[in-house]
């Protein structure tokens, strides 16, 4: 088992010590220190609304509301009042906006998080067999199975490595220009109606059902390096589906087999708000379609990795 540990140590090293890796989490602190600018200096952060007089403040933003309203039809609009009436019925003051509320923002941000880890999963077997080093590992006195995990392993740890400094790099920047409220809470629409939520509660959801599709993806990368080991393919085939696969979904949609479509079962916050992406699809149904997915995946680049030879490579 020590073997083992070093084996994974030793391939956390080789993602760690290239500066594309490093370039990476530049890019993503650049764009959260990025939204926090944008966020401070345009975005609506509810001061108005922290003084005593709070109630008087939206009651005049209603009025206004509804002289608009009558102009005009507005859906949002009407969305707005609907959610001051809200405040105003339940003696709820609006929060200040504050660093939870933008580290419950940037889960949007969990979508280059799974793109860079296709990078990473695509290249990490595709790799040895383009640089020859594929042999120096097989010849250690470890089956070709462990080292297939450990480099599965260290794909999903850098994915949680990357998602982590996706919190908690947001929270720190969201901490330092908007500060941190005591209470974090918030009032958000919810199948239909407007409602009070726990900002912990809904970071929690929110990132809880990235990490489904993040998964998923690293995974398809990896099997394609393993099957193929060619990484610009790998990393090709899984970005376009990444992007492509709600509107493959969305054309199939007509036909019985579409629910069994990988992308129709990966949002499940889908089912949170009762609306399947296809008639018929249930909870249970999602996740047992993406359990066979995943042990096909995994079943396949065990498959090409332990049992291909690798003579003349």
């Known amino acids: 088992m020590s073997n083992f540990f070093k084996l994974l140590y030793n391939e956390q090293f080789k993602i760690y010590i290239r500066k594309s890796t490093w370039i990476m989490y530049l890019l993503l602190a650049g764009i959260i220190v990025t939204l926090a600018v944008v966020a401070n200096s345009y975005g609506e952060l509810n001061e108005k609304y922290q003084q005593d007089n709070w109630r008087e403040v939206l009651q005049e933003e209603n009025n206004e509301i509804n002289d608009t309203l ?156 393993s099957a193929f080991r060619q990484s610009s393919l790998a990393i090709g085939v899984a970005i376009f589906l990444m992007f492509a696969g709600n509107s493959i979904v969305g054309f199939f949609a007509d036909r019985s087999w579409a629910k069994y479509i990988l992308f129709a079962n990966t949002n499940l916050e889908q089912y949170e708000f009762g609306d399947p992406m296809i008639e018929g699809m249930t909870l249970g149904f999602s996740i047992s379609v993406l359990a066979v997915y995943y042990i096909v995946f995994l079943l396949i680049s065990w498959l090409f990795f332990t049992k291909r030879d690798v003579a003349g490579h």
């Open 70 to 225: 009558k102009k005009n039809e507005d859906s949002f609009v009407s969305m707005q009042l609907e959610k001051n009436n809200f405040h105003l019925e339940n003696d709820i003051q609006p929060r200040e906006y504050d660093a939870w509320q933008f580290v419950m923002e940037n889960e949007l941000l969990l979508s280059l998080v799974t793109l860079f880890t296709i990078i990473v999963a695509a290249g990490i077997i595709a790799n040895e067999f383009k640089w020859g080093t594929i042999k120096l590992l097989l010849i250690r006195p470890l089956s070709r199975t462990k080292i297939l995990l450990s480099k599965y392993i260290s794909v999903l740890v850098f994915a949680f490595f990357t998602l982590l400094f996706v919190l908690l790099f947001s929270w720190i920047v969201g901490a330092l220009f908007f500060g941190v409220n005591g209470e974090p809470s918030f009032v958000q629409y919810q199948l239909g109606n407007y409602a009070e939520a726990s900002v912990f509660e809904e970071i929690t959801k929110g990132y809880g059902y990235q990490l489904v599709t993040l998964l998923m993806m690293a995974t398809f990368a990896f099997m394609i390096s």
